[in-house]
């Protein structure tokens, strides 16, 4: 209650600059009181916005980050748990509202984990001795004589026991230690050991509460009609045979297109198939992929922004004896992600509510309170869980439908996208162009490293200033992790009208590709194995070698593989957190490839939930294959050209190989997971094909290029 209060009061001394305190004051402490039972915190023990001891021995975590399939809600529940000493039957986990108290509730950039490991232990710790002194008080005993464990107290000497719940009220009246000390990692318990997820039951139940599946009475449905041209408009539309499907209650014009609202989401879909609509395409009704390739080509001509240059790189490549060149090409990528984007809206004279799978809850809140003409902190925002983000819900262009419908109508409504809405109106993936030249001297060994990106800028999406350097289109690129002496990375954005957005791993995902690639078409220029040559460049970085030299074991590096079978490595840093990726594949006679075997060594630091980061390393091998293989997004007459699963090809459970993963053992403090596995395995791909068949593949996807 105390950390609440808190907030409350800061945003109580803003509001009364502007008059009527004693309303503004009585209505904040309302909002307080509201928020606490919203999110079931009255009564019992809460040292902190974290976590709630109920006296019958229930365990509230609260997590500020979005579950969507990363298992987020375990690893940081987790956290708590091993400095509470609780009993894991008894956590119970739910998503905080949105407030300050809970610091950037952003879920993004594998940063979950890392940013919370030293919050969320403290927050337990400071429970757990706030339960050992109330304990102790109960008892008349020495505290250091008490120990928790399980989820009681234990007064060692006597045997006595007291459960958590006994102690929650007792515990309450004690003032929250600053500085509680916290365990040494060896006593862990939990953390670095495989634990049950807390979401496992209730979604193989069905009880878990995706967007997609918020019900509210008299809830409205409705499915948005978009211009599918780039720079299109509405031109007219006849609601008429619409309004005549069963079903469908009202067709109304709003901000981002034609709605129209039924009584189910199948019926919205019919009436939507059915209406009559015409579009004008615009000034971009001749934009196709021809125009996507003349920009990245025109501006790899140009001077653009220098990210890194380490060195003298024109003397060396003056001096070198022998020079590399490479050009690739990288498509426009979608999110594909298996839930459609849905929100649901009620709004109300005085409220505003959102039901929303997001990663991003704060700018839902900002967001609705726009649309609604509402103060912030009169929108509540439930996030729900998520089937698939991927950086997609970063964005929040469904929030506005939900909420302008429901303030239309007076009724709560949910807003669903069909598959080819999802596909069609996303914020893709940047298509990006490369250009490498590398020098080699007499001796064949790599003195200088020239790298030049052109990739259209996503953080100019959100900055004013014009030049900055776009530095999610330089990730793995200007922190490349080799030891060369000269090295010089320029990047320069095209202006091309395409919405591009934040991606599974980002930068990192194009920049792994042409660096993993064209290194290992130095390799062979010099005459070296590729993970010799990678080994020398690592020379002064162990850890990065010791992820390397642990996947080449795993992956029987160097072993004999059959006619048209090849191996492939790469290695990439991303997010604080290193990962090598063997990958086998045979290329049939007909060219079609199969992906045989990955096997992924990873360091990420201190492990949490090994089993997580297994999963996740799985998942991004199957994300990063799959768009490796098959994806792109194309255009013609200003049109996306793809739709659904049936021109969008996602790798089957026949097509998937076998995958190993290995963790390495750390004692350093946790970085990223959930984006890592992605970006080395289509250039651990690709080069295990040049094995195969001594053809490079400089473009993606593969399928298009083999």
């Not at 609202?261 to 021809?290: C, K, M, V």
Request: glycine share 8%; charged share 20%.
């Amino acid at each position: 209650m105390t950390a609440l209060f808190k907030v409350t009061r800061r945003r109580f001394l803003v509001a009364t600059t502007s008059g009527g305190v004693g309303l503004v004051l009585g209505f904040y402490a309302w909002n307080a009181i509201e928020t606490e039972k919203r999110e079931g915190r009255s009564g019992g023990f809460s040292p902190n916005v974290w976590l709630q001891i109920s006296p019958d021995n229930r365990v509230n975590i609260w997590i500020a980050k979005s579950e969507m399939g990363q298992g987020v809600q375990t690893s940081l529940a987790m956290l708590v748990a091993e400095e509470l000493e609780a009993d894991w039957s008894s956590i119970h986990v739910r998503h905080a509202a949105v407030g300050a108290e809970y610091g950037l509730e952003r879920t993004e950039g594998s940063t979950s984990v890392r940013t919370s490991w030293d919050t969320l232990r403290h927050a337990g710790a400071a429970a757990r001795e706030m339960l050992l002194t109330a304990a102790a008080n109960a008892w008349g005993v020495d505290e250091s004589t008490c120990q928790a464990r399980d989820g009681k107290i234990l007064h060692i000497p006597t045997g006595r026991q007291l459960p958590y719940g006994d102690l929650a009220i007792a515990a309450s009246r004690l003032p929250v230690p600053k500085d509680a000390p916290l365990k040494n990692p060896r006593d862990f318990r939990f953390l670095g050991k495989p634990m049950p997820r807390v979401d496992v039951e209730s979604k193989v139940d069905g009880s878990a509460m995706f967007g997609i599946d918020v019900k509210l009475p008299g809830m409205l449905y409705a499915n948005v009609a978009r211009c599918p041209n780039l720079a299109g408009k509405l031109k007219r539309f006849d609601a008429a045979q619409a309004k005549a499907s069963p079903g469908v209650l009202e067709v109304r014009q709003i901000s981002s297109g034609v709605a129209v609202i039924a009584d189910s989401t199948w019926n919205a879909f019919r009436g939507r198939q059915a209406l009559d609509i015409e579009w004008d395409p615009g000034a971009l009704s001749n934009f196709s992929d021809s125009s996507i390739q003349q920009s990245l080509a025109d501006g790899a001509g140009k001077s653009g922004l220098t990210a890194r240059n380490d060195g003298d790189v024109d003397s060396a490549m003056a001096a070198a004896a022998k020079r590399v060149t490479a050009t690739y090409n990288l498509p426009y990528l979608a999110h594909t992600a298996m839930e459609p984007l849905n929100c649901t809206a009620h709004v109300r004279w005085n409220r505003c509510e959102i039901w929303c799978s997001t990663q991003t809850p704060e700018t839902v809140q900002r967001r609705a309170a726009r649309v609604a003409f509402l103060p912030p902190f009169l929108v509540d925002v439930h996030t729900t869980l998520i089937g698939g983000g991927f950086g997609r819900r970063l964005e929040n262009d469904m929030v506005a439908d939900a909420v302008e419908l429901s303030k239309a109508t007076g009724k709560p409504v949910q807003v669903v996208w069909t598959r080819e809405d999802d596909t069609q109106h996303d914020f893709y993936r940047p298509a990006a162009h490369s250009e490498f030249t590398a020098g080699l001297d007499a001796a064949g060994i790599l003195t200088v490293w020239k790298h030049q990106i052109v990739a259209q800028s996503i953080d100019a999406r959100f900055e004013s200033l014009e030049g900055t350097p776009d530095t999610t289109s330089v990730q793995g690129a200007n922190d490349l992790p080799y030891e060369i002496p000269n090295i010089r990375v320029t990047y320069f954005a095209p202006q091309i009208p395409v919405p591009v957005g934040y991606w599974r791993s980002v930068g990192y995902s194009l920049n792994a590709f042409v660096t993993e690639c064209f290194l290992d078409e130095v390799a062979a220029e010099c005459g070296k194995d590729p993970v010799a040559l990678r080994r020398e460049l690592l020379r002064n970085s162990p850890r990065r070698a010791a992820v390397l030299n642990l996947a080449a074991e795993k992956g029987d590096w160097g072993k004999p593989m059959l006619r048209g079978e090849g191996r492939g490595i790469a290695l990439h840093t991303s997010y604080g957190s290193s990962v090598a990726q063997v990958a086998e594949v045979g290329v049939e006679k007909d060219g079609t490839i199969r992906v045989h075997r990955v096997v992924c060594a990873i360091d990420c630091g201190q492990i949490v939930n090994p089993d997580t980061i297994a999963a996740q390393m799985e998942g991004g091998i199957v994300f990063g294959l799959s768009a490796a293989l098959w994806g792109k997004i194309s255009f013609k007459d200003g049109k996306v050209q793809q739709s659904n699963f049936d021109d969008i090809r996602v790798l089957r459970m026949p097509e998937m190989p076998r995958v190993e993963v290995y963790i390495v053992p750390s004692t350093e403090p946790p970085t990223g997971v959930g984006e890592v596995g992605v970006p080395p395995v289509a250039p651990a791909v690709a080069n295990a094909v040049f094995a195969a068949t001594g053809k490079r593949l400089r473009d993606l996807p593969i399928e298009s290029s083999a």
